[in-house]
């Protein structure tokens, strides 16, 4: 009778220690090395992201964070995930394009395409249906679809906004991050 009752109160330590990880349906993210910026190296980061992704909706008084999820360095604006870095290029995650929605460097779907490239496939230039044309090769870019406006993928350009208009056969984004990929799972857990 001991040994029953020592099991089933390790059962309802567990439930009780997987529960309290949950607090009102968002789960604690494990960042480790978090480290909070100055508010000069914020200065500094919103500077770049202006300049990158057309982003500029958020200033140096936010608390801004650096630290690592699993082997993913990110960037944490009051506490959400909102920036990755990619080969020392930062990044915004879906949730960062949704959170500030930049009005420049989006590239729009045909619905077509969203089954691929919600798997990871890069964007092809015949499904694109519309581009900003300021887009210049290399630039981070967003990409979402044609009828609800989801955003679907982050990615680097490998055509200009103009040539992604004109169809032509052909890998016209390199997709870096994508709904249901390692990233968006692990901050959306």
């Not at 944490?76 to 460097?105: A, E, N, R």
């Amino acid at each position: 009778m001991g040994i029953a009752f020592i099991m089933v109160w390790a059962a309802s330590i567990r439930i009780t220690l997987k529960t309290s990880e949950k607090m009102h349906g968002t789960m604690v993210l494990r960042i480790k090395n978090r480290h909070r910026l100055k508010e000069k190296e914020a200065r500094e980061l919103i500077s770049k992201l202006r300049v990158k992704t057309g982003i500029d909706s958020f200033d140096a008084a936010k608390v801004v964070d650096v630290g690592m999820l699993e082997d993913i360095m990110v960037v944490l604006v009051d506490d959400s995930v909102d920036f990755f870095y990619h080969q020392d290029q930062l990044i915004p995650t879906l949730q960062g394009i949704t959170k500030y929605q930049p009005k420049t460097h989006g590239v729009i779907v045909d619905m077509g395409a969203i089954s691929f490239i919600t798997k990871g496939a890069d964007v092809m230039a015949p499904g694109i249906t519309d581009a900003d044309p300021g887009i210049q090769k290399d630039d981070i870019v967003w990409v979402c679809d044609e009828k609800h406006h989801k955003t679907l993928a982050v990615g680097i350009a490998l055509l200009t906004g103009e040539e992604m208009k004109l169809k032509q056969p052909g890998k016209a984004v390199k997709t870096l991050h994508y709904v249901g990929d390692r990233l968006w799972t692990l901050s959306h857990q």
